[in-house]
Nanobody, 115 residues
Framework: VQLVESGGGLVQPGWSLRLSCATS????????MSWHRQAPGKERELVAR????????DYEDSVKGRFTISRDNARNTVYLQMDSLNSEDTAVYYC?????????WGKGTLVTVSS
């Protein structure tokens, strides 16, 4: 099983980034997918999640209206479009696959928002 995040980097406040999480080794379409983040000195938190067939999404309050989660079941990939980034979005972003008691995590990609 592999989950590989990409797309992180250093951006200025107000800019956008698109994160990708490419997966393999499990039946992607069976799994709900989510993005989580962990800022320095803070606990990991859920940012957004999407159901197996993308029929429903949920967002943490601070990212509602700025972030969009999506998935491509044909490409076994989940995305996080992040707009209007601010310094509080600085964190390592992780993707997670969940199905019942099974859960797989990626290793994360760093997003730094700074002027």
């Amino acid at each position: 099983v592999q989950l590989v995040e990409s797309g992180g980097g250093l951006v200025q406040p107000g800019w956008s980034l698109r994160l990708s999480c490419a997966t393999s080794g499990f039946t992607f379409s069976w799994y709900a997918m989510s993005w989580h983040r962990q800022a320095p000195g803070k606990e990991r938190e859920l940012v957004a999640r999407i159901s197996r067939a993308a029929e429903s999404t949920d967002y943490e309050d601070s990212v509602k209206g700025r972030f969009t989660i999506s998935r491509d079941n044909a490409r076994n990939t989940v995305y996080l479009q992040m707009d209007s980034l601010n310094s509080e979005d600085t964190a390592v972003y992780y993707c997670k696959a969940s199905f019942g008691l099974n859960a797989y995590w990626g290793k994360g990609t760093l997003v730094t928002v700074s002027s």
